[in-house]
C-alpha cells in the first residue's frame, strides 16, 4: 500500500500529458497510469480533472536573510514560493553577506533547515574578491556560482562583497577558476562602462526621472556583455548561464555560440514578457530592475525564443524590499534598489500564456520546472513526474480566472509588490506537494517552518 495517490488528473511532463494520476511512498513517485492501475493507497486526492504538473523550480531566487531579513527571511520566501507552485529554489546570493566561502554557505544552510518550507538549492558568489574561495566553496554543495559585471550598487557595497566581476581581468580570472568546478557560471550581463558612465552623465544632465533608468542601460549595455561573456566562456571553457536576459539581440548571439558547440544556457523572466519600458510611467521604481524593462517590439521577440524552444528557463528574479527602500528620493530613480518580488507570480503568469494558446502546457512545464532542475542537476530528482522522482508537484485548474491582489501575497514584500497588481490570470494553483506533503492548499501554507531540505548536486 502507498502513501497517496492522486487520480482523475490530467498529468503533464515536458514531452506527455495522460489522464489518471500517481501513486507516491515515502515522498518519492512510484507509479504513473490510468486511475484504475494505481496501487491501494492510505490517502486519495481526487484531481477533479485538473492538470498535475512537476513542481516549479525557480532557477533565480534572492532571499537576503541574514542581513536583510526585513525584506525577507527563508520562511517568509519560501512560503511564497509554495503558494505560486514553487517547490524548490535556487538561491541567488545578494545577501550580507553573500556566500563567497564554505563558512557563510553552511550559516545560510542551516537556515533552511530552520524556516525553508520548500526546498532550496544555492548558488556561490564568485567575483574579483575572493578568488581563492571559488573552488572551495565548489566542492560544498553549490549547484552552480553568480557573478556580476558591474560595480556593487552605491551604498550596497557589502551584499556583493566577493560577488562582482567589474573588468576583464576579474572576469576572465573568475570564470577560469570556475571552469576548475564543472559547475555553471550564472552570469548577470550588463557592461559596468556603459551603466556606470551612463548614469552619470543623465545625472549631470538632471535625467532623473523614471524611465531614465531604461535610458541608462540600453540594449546595448546587455549585448556587449553577452559579446564578452561568450568569449571568454569559450576561452576558459566554462559552462555558462545568462540570467534574466530581456534583449532579443543578445539572446541570439548566445543561440548562435550554442550553435557552433558552446554550452550555453538562457533565462528570462515574466516581466520581460509581460511589462514593457512603460511600466517606469506608471508605477516608478517599483517597475526598476535590472536589466531594464524593453520596448514592445524587444518583448514580442522575447516570445518567439520562448516559442521556439531557445529560452531555457523561467525564472522570478524575486528582489524583494522594503516601501521604505523603493520611495527613498523618488525623484532621483537611480537611487531606489532594483528589483521586485516575483516568485508568486511566474508560474500563473506562464499558465495564462497556455491559457492563451501562447505555449503548450508541456512548454511551460520544461521552463519553469525539468529545464532549470536538468541545467542546474538536480534531475530527475526534481523537475519531472516519473518513477524515483520527489513527489513534487502542482495542482492546477487551468481555466479558473482571478486577479492578482498583493494584499494575498505570502512574500514579506508584498508591498512592493505593485506591477502586477490587478492583472487577470489563469491557471489557479489548487494544491502543492512537496515530497508527497501537501503543503499548500487552496490559499494556505500548511507546511511547518524546517521542512524544506537543502538541495546539492544529484551524484
Known amino acids: 500500500m502507498v502513501d497517496l495517490v492522486i487520480k482523475n488528473s490530467k498529468v503533464v511532463t515536458h514531452d506527455k500529458t495522460i489522464r489518471g494520476g500517481v501513486a507516491i511512498k515515502d515522498g518519492k513517485i512510484v507509479a504513473i497510469g490510468f486511475d484504475d492501475d494505481l496501487p491501494e493507497s492510505k490517502e486519495v486526492i481526487d484531481g477533479k480533472g485538473n492538470y498535475l504538473i512537476p513542481g516549479g523550480v525557480d532557477p533565480h531566487v534572492h532571499i537576503r536573510y541574514p542581513g536583510g531579513a526585513h525584506r525577507e527571511t527563508f520562511e517568509t520566501g519560501t512560503r511564497a514560493a509554495a503558494a505560486g507552485g514553487i517547490t524548490t529554489i535556487i538561491e541567488h546570493p545578494i545577501s550580507n553577506p553573500p556566500q563567497y566561502s564554505v563558512e557563510i554557505l553552511n550559516k545560510r544552510v542551516e537556515a533552511v533547515k530552520e524556516q525553508a518550507v520548500v526546498d532550496v538549492g544555492f548558488l556561490g558568489a564568485a567575483g574579483g574578491e575572493h578568488i581563492d574561495q571559488i573552488t572551495k566553496i565548489g566542492k560544498a554543495g553549490i549547484l552552480g556560482y553568480k557573478t556580476f559585471l558591474h560595480d556593487a550598487p552605491e551604498g550596497r557595497e557589502s551584499e556583493f562583497e ?265 491557471g489557479k494553483i489548487k494544491k502543492t506537494i512537496l515530497r508527497g506533503k501537501v503543503i499548500y492548499d487552496n490559499g494556505q501554507v500548511l507546511a511547518k517552518p524546517g521542512y524544506g531540505q537543502w538541495v546539492t548536486p544529484v551524484k
Open 162 to 426: 566577493g560577488l562582482t566581476s567589474k573588468n576583464n581581468f576579474e572576469l576572465n580570472e573568475v570564470l577560469k577558476e570556475i571552469s576548475k568546478t564543472s559547475l555553471l557560471a550564472s552570469a548577470h550581463a550588463e557592461d559596468n562602462d556603459l551603466v556606470s558612465e551612463g548614469i552619470a552623465k543623465l545625472r549631470r544632465e538632471g535625467k532623473t526621472y523614471p524611465k531614465a533608468h531604461c535610458e541608462s542601460r540600453p540594449p546595448i549595455v546587455e549585448v556587449l556583455a553577452v559579446e564578452k561573456l561568450i568569449r571568454l566562456a569559450k576561452e576558459n571553457g566554462t559552462r555558462l548561464y545568462l540570467v534574466h536576459m530581456s534583449t532579443p539581440e543578445a539572446v541570439e548571439l548566445a543561440k548562435k555560440a550554442r550553435q557552433e558547440g558552446q554550452e550555453i544556457y538562457i533565462e528570462t523572466c515574466p516581466h520581460y514578457l509581460y511589462l514593457t519600458e512603460d511600466a517606469l510611467d506608471e508605477f516608478g521604481t517599483y517597475a526598476k530592475c535590472n536589466p531594464a524593462l524593453r520596448d514592445k517590439d524587444r518583448v514580442a521577440k522575447m516570445w518567439d525564443y520562448i516559442q521556439d524552444g531557445t529560452i531555457d528557463t523561467i525564472g522570478s528574479d524575486h528582489a524583494p524590499y522594503t516601501v521604505e527602500e523603493k520611495e527613498r528620493k523618488k525623484e532621483d530613480i537611480f537611487v531606489a534598489p532594483s528589483g521586485f518580488p516575483g516568485i508568486e507570480t511566474s508560474m500563473p503568469l506562464m499558465l495564462t500564456a497556455v491559457k492563451e494558446n501562447k505555449i503548450s502546457i508541456n512548454r511551460a512545464v520544461e521552463l519553469l520546472s525539468t529545464n532549470p532542475s536538468k541545467i542546474f542537476g538536480i534531475y530527475p530528482k526534481k523537475g519531472t513526474i516519473s518513477p524515483g522522482a520527489d513527489a513534487d508537484l502542482v495542482l492546477v485548474d487551468l481555466d479558473e480566472a482571478y486577479t492578482i491582489h498583493r494584499s494575498e501575497m505570502f512574500t514579506k514584500a508584498r508591498d512592493v509588490a505593485k506591477v502586477y497588481e490587478g492583472k487577470r490570470v489563469y
